[in-house]
């Protein structure tokens, strides 16, 4: 019968079966499906298992500092860490168009992956979190031609030009079970149930050119949103990080006036998107609750020096989407 234990050693028993003594090559995102993909092969096959974490200095409040603790410190997993967000920011210097940032982005992420992996020598694998709703949804776009409304960043066709096999162990298994194969492989509940997050990162949710100043402000003004929405629960005992599906500030690179004790301010604004959604195609805003939204304000505007107005987006999907870019 099917138990996840089961699972687990039968996936395993797999994964050495496949790669015998070889070294397997993994791109680490500190998403949810390349951490648990890197879970179950370390299990696999331990020291043969190389992760390139590539940091585009895009993420989110310590993530770095996150994913390296937990891959690295705890569980032990061959971890390289490579900051790359000073090429991706001169890379992305004075532009503004959102496809143009996209396309930039994701042919950086590829660039620094293939730099990295080409050191390897001994690899013969690229390992990836493709998991069954991936599968499906790229056998459509090939011979539907989906039309895209946004290009999504990931790293296909990395394999081609690498010329190393693919190794993807979650294929067969849609999200639920990739978290609880996550949580039982011993990965934390907080960070297997985290929102998602897009590959090009705070990169889409700059408006605009992205600026360091504006990652380093994006960051603190998100993370104190996600900390409130994580520490206030409803009626019914859920945090509000738990009954939003995704939730997340929006740098606005607009300056409006404000006044702080005697001072007059002229700063940059912040907008709140929270959606609740089943499928990401369509989506709700989260009907927050007032008291909450005004924590959230008076924190980010206190505590984020260069923040001097927070609003609140009320748009549903369609016609807007969920990020802003
Ligand atoms: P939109 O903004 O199109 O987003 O309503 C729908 C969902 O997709 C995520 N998203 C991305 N994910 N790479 C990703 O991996 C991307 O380039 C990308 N763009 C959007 C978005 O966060 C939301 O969950």
């Known amino acids: ?15 050495r079966q496949q790669v015998g003594t070889d070294e397997v090559i993994l791109g680490l995102s500190g998403g949810v499906d390349s951490s648990v993909a890197a879970a179950l092969i ?8 190389t992760c390139v974490f590539v ?18 410190k705890n569980l032990g997993v061959n971890v390289i860490h490579v900051d790359a967000s000073v090429d991706f920011l001169e890379k992305l210097a004075g532009e503004t168009d959102p ?57 296909g066709g ?22 609880e194969l996550g949580v039982a492989l011993g990965l934390p509940r907080d960070m297997v149930y985290r929102h998602p997050f897009p590959g090009p990162g705070l990169g889409v949710r700059i408006l605009g050119e992205v600026k360091r100043e504006y990652t380093d402000l994006l960051r603190r003004a998100d993370h104190i949103f996600i900390e409130e929405l994580r520490n206030t629960c409803d ?8 009954k939003t599906s995704q939730a997340f500030a929006v740098f606005l690179p607009v300056k409006s006036v404000g006044v702080m004790g ?42 984020v020096r260069g923040i001097n ?17």
């Open 262 to 303: 005697d001072g007059r301010t002229y700063e940059y604004v912040v907008a709140l998107r929270a959606v609740i959604t089943s499928d990401f195609m369509t989506a709700h805003w989260a009907h927050l609750p007032y008291d909450l939204l005004g924590r959230v304000s008076n924190r980010i505007i206190n505590e």
């Open 1 to 15: 019968s099917w138990t996840m234990p089961n699972y687990i050693e039968e996936a395993i028993t797999k994964i």
């Open 99 to 155: 496809e143009r940032k996209r396309k930039i982005i994701g042919a950086e992420f590829v660039e620094v992956f293939q730099h990295e992996a080409s050191k390897r020598q001994n690899a013969k694998w690229l390992a990836q979190g493709t998991i069954y709703p991936d599968v499906i949804e790229s056998a459509g776009a090939k011979t539907k031609k989906a039309h895209a409304i946004k290009s999504h960043h990931n790293v």
């Open 309 to 325: 107005r927070v609003v609140y987006d009320v748009s549903g999907k369609p016609p807007a989407t969920i990020e802003w870019e």
């Open 235 to 242: 009626e019914d005992g859920l945090s509000w990080y738990d």
């Open 42 to 49: 370390h299990r696999a096959i331990g020291d043969q298992l």
């Open 158 to 179: 990395l394999p081609e030009t690498l010329n190393l096999q693919l190794l993807e162990p979650l294929r067969d298994l849609f999200k639920d079970e990739v978290r």
């Open 55 to 72: 940091d585009h200095g895009l993420l989110r409040y310590q993530e770095a500092q996150m994913v390296m603790d937990m891959f690295g």
